[in-house]
């Protein structure tokens, strides 16, 4: 049903939103006059990389820095880019992973191999569903980039201070997932554009009902400021990348 789902729902979204997602790809390339599209690996299923696409939002060959998040300074943000970003269109072109079945709407965001490669064996558990384009870390921390902004080294703390959240959050999605979850989560994605805290709030209550840990629960409400904390199935809190 889920398969199906996605193929039926990314094909009428891709549809109506055709005139749109034109005319985000003409700006995009009148600000260049390089590809609007960014198409780079990303690990799915099972560990197996796919090439995920995105409305570019950076400079042609940003990606050669080896600088994988994204501050909302980052300079390397195309004026268009600050825009995009903002208002999650970049991620709308992923319709097409979904129709293509590299993706599913609802799912663990897809990382990097560089990232995946430093989960832990309890973090490898996210490797075992498809990828989507919204989850709830998506809502969570979709602020990451004024999160990361001023970070020395945005991929350590994103690793420090995203990653540990966003793995439990993804493994909570994991073990409870259900045809309700993935139609509330993308309604909750829709209300996090109108009323943020609304959806903080049904998150923390989902979680709640569900007897999630406190911890986790209270940093879903993003009311407390971000602290390094190791990732789940681990002890220690990551120091490098390497």
Aim: charged fraction near 25%; include cysteine.
């Amino acid at each position: 049903m889920k398969i199906l789902f996605d193929i039926f729902f990314s094909f009428t979204c891709l549809i109506i939103l055709s005139p749109f997602l034109i005319i985000i790809s003409i700006i995009i390339w009148c600000t260049d006059f390089h590809s609007p599209f960014y198409v780079a690996n990303r690990v799915g299923l099972n560990g197996k990389l796919f090439p995920m696409i995105k409305f570019r939002s950076m400079r042609k060959g940003a990606d050669k820095t080896g600088v994988d998040s994204t501050s909302v300074n980052d300079g390397r943000i195309t004026p268009i880019g600050h825009f995009i970003r903002r208002y999650k269109i970049d991620e709308l072109s992923q319709l097409i992973n979904v129709f293509l079945g590299t993706m599913s709407l609802v799912g663990p965001r897809p990382n990097v191999k560089r990232e995946t490669d430093l989960y832990t064996k309890e973090e490898q558990k996210i490797l075992t569903v498809k990828p989507g384009i919204t989850d709830l870390s998506s809502i969570v921390f979709s602020d990451e980039g004024n999160i990361l902004a001023d970070e020395k080294d945005p991929d350590l703390a994103y690793n420090q201070l995203i990653r540990p959240w966003k793995s439990r959050l993804g493994i909570f999605y994991i073990n409870h997932r259900s045809a309700f979850l993935d139609f509330y989560i993308i309604w909750l994605t829709l209300l996090n554009f109108f009323n943020r805290q609304s959806s903080l709030n049904k998150i923390y209550e989902y979680l709640r009902k569900n007897n999630t840990e406190q911890e986790l629960r209270q940093i879903v409400l993003r009311k407390e400021k971000l602290v390094p904390t190791a990732p789940p199935g681990a002890t220690e809190i990551v120091r490098n990348r390497s």
